[in-house]
């Protein structure tokens, strides 16, 4: 058993071959030669919106460190909708959370609803529906953008219970900050354009399944719409991998930092970060993720403070993207999102923790004053 950093450097890498480099080169989204005679055959790259030799070494590393068969999507909601027009049919019934990532509710809401499918919705912690007639139940934790943390062993027990399945949306912790098919989980679904990748410069999605059928059945669903990851997107993913655990420690470590500087400051009014021991998330984090991601959410008193504290910081990018390199911080109710006014999402970046930490304070205090 190697340790994270071992693993994402080396995750999906060919045996070296001299003169080669240690990333295999990108390969083109293009139809390829066929042998004239034979014409396709098994394992040789026929047509490029169905197989590419980038793409397998993408989820060949994915997929070592999430401990599954790993299929790879053009972003994340092309993911999150493989996963749910695959398994769902007119008469099922899917659960999907009220305090998610507000995309999801919005696809479940205006496409499945539409379709015959019976659309509920649970916030993370719960309360839950009755799960014995769930076909399908979707969680996100931590939920973006409030971070709680529900426990995925004991939904996955209950709603396996009645035949149902269980897709995790694992985006904001990573395969290194949790794993949920380790959990029970028969899907972990995430958004790679965040911090699986980090570089804030493509767009990426994947799930991860151990069950051969439903690889299958998802490799079918991408080739038949299109939703595939471009070859070069994906070497850019492969390349990112190998630094994702220096990167995610760095943005844990800052985290918990900033956590702590809002927290006893008077301009803010709430803040959440699992890895506080007076989070309400807590418990649960500490006992089923493996590290705390680096986004804390917090709230000051409306839209014009948190505009002011964005406007104050000198080293916080406005950006509703999160997980990259550099700190970000999004005001969601600009979304559209059910959310206060004065809610921000802080992404906190690889930066100097003392810097960072500097910053925060001077923005909090151009709030205040």
């Known amino acids: 058993m190697t340790g994270d950093g071992t693993a994402v450097v080396h995750a999906g890498l060919p045996e070296p071959v001299p003169g080669r480099p240690f990333l295999p080169n990108p390969a083109f989204g293009a139809p390829y030669h066929l042998d004239p005679v034979a014409g396709p055959q098994a394992g040789v790259d026929g047509y490029g919106r169905t197989d590419n030799a980038t793409w397998r070494a993408l989820e060949t590393a994915i997929g070592s460190l999430e401990g599954a068969e790993c299929v790879t999507f053009a972003s ?14 007119p008469g ?26 019976t659309v ?10 009755a ?3 769930v076909r399908l139940l979707l969680v996100e934790t931590p939920a973006n953008p409030g971070l709680d943390v529900c426990d995925i062993a ?17 985006t904001t912790a990573t395969p290194l900050g949790q794993r949920p098919l380790d959990l029970g989980a028969d899907f972990s679904v995430a958004s790679g354009t965040k911090a699986l990748t980090g570089h804030s410069d493509i767009l990426l999605g994947y799930v991860c399944t151990r069950d051969p059928e439903r690889a299958a059945a998802l490799t079918a669903w991408r080739g038949a719409t299109g939703a595939v990851v471009g070859p070069f997107e994906a070497w850019l993913a492969h390349r990112s991998l190998g630094t994702l655990d220096l990167r995610l420690a760095r943005q844990s470590a800052n985290a918990a930092a900033v956590a702590e500087v809002l927290a006893a400051h008077p301009a803010v009014l709430s803040v959440r ?3 506080r021991p007076e989070d309400p998330a807590y418990e649960v984090a500490s006992r089923q993720m493996r590290r705390i991601p680096g986004v804390v959410t917090f709230t000051v008193a409306d839209r014009a403070a948190a505009e002011r504290f964005l406007e104050a910081s000198e080293l916080v990018f406005a950006a509703t993207s999160f997980g990259g390199l550099h700190t970000s911080a999004d005001r969601r109710a600009q979304w559209g999102d059910a959310t206060p006014e004065g809610l921000i999402r802080f992404s906190c970046g690889v930066e100097d923790t003392e810097d960072l930490v500097a910053d925060v304070r001077r923005a909090l205090d151009a709030i205040k004053g």
Request: proline share 7%; no cysteine.
């Open 76 to 89: 994340g909601m092309a993911a999150v909708s493989a996963v749910l027009l695959s398994v769902l049919r």
């Open 92 to 117: 099922d019934t899917v659960v999907v959370p009220a305090d998610g990532y507000y995309k999801t509710r919005a696809f479940a809401s205006s496409h499945l609803a539409e379709r015959g499918v």
């Open 120 to 129: 509920l919705e649970a916030p993370t912690v719960g309360p839950y529906p």
């Open 131 to 133: 799960l014995d007639a």
């Open 154 to 170: 004991e939904l996955a027990a209950r709603v396996h219970a009645g035949g149902g399945l269980v897709a995790v949306d694992n």
């Open 273 to 275: 970060w699992p890895g």
